[in-house]
């Protein structure tokens, strides 16, 4: 005598569900799915200007090139000098193929010389989840006669 087994169904159902799950999971993470920050210009130099109480301001062009959005956190001046302040940003979510602007502000009446300020934009890029830019330049002093 033979003995005759059944399947049982819901293991079956619950087996296959899982790794259902698991083959959807992995094809999204091939595929990409992911944002990517980018900017042609990270470093920006204003050469000589001269002190004064109008801060300086400087827009940098974020791009997207992943093919998921791109959400911008943050945007903080890592105050080397005391002289910068955070950044403002157009936009916070960049659509793949899209740009935005971040505007940063250098204060100019902080001090004289060679000064150099970054700034972090943070945002969903798992890569670069903490994108540096940075302004550089001279401030001249007032030349008094």
């Known amino acids: 005598m033979t003995a005759r087994l059944r399947p049982n169904w819901s293991f079956l159902c619950v087996s296959a569900g899982i790794l259902w799950a698991f083959c959807l999971c992995g094809a999204a993470d091939e595929t ?15 050469g000589v200007k001269q002190q004064s109480s109008a801060p300086f301001l400087h827009s940098f062009r974020v791009e997207n090139l992943g093919d998921a959005p791109l959400l911008i956190k943050a945007v903080s001046a890592d105050n080397g000098c005391g002289c910068s302040s955070s950044g403002t940003v157009a936009d916070r979510r960049v659509n793949p193929g899209s740009n935005t602007l971040v505007l940063v502000k250098l204060r100019m009446d902080q001090g004289k010389g060679a000064v150099c300020e970054g700034w972090t934009i943070e945002s969903n890029d798992p890569q670069t989840p903490k994108y540096e830019v940075m302004v550089c330049g001279v401030i001249a002093a007032d030349v008094e006669v």
């Open 32 to 46: 990409g799915g992911m944002p990517l920050i980018y900017c042609d210009k990270p470093f920006h130099d204003f």
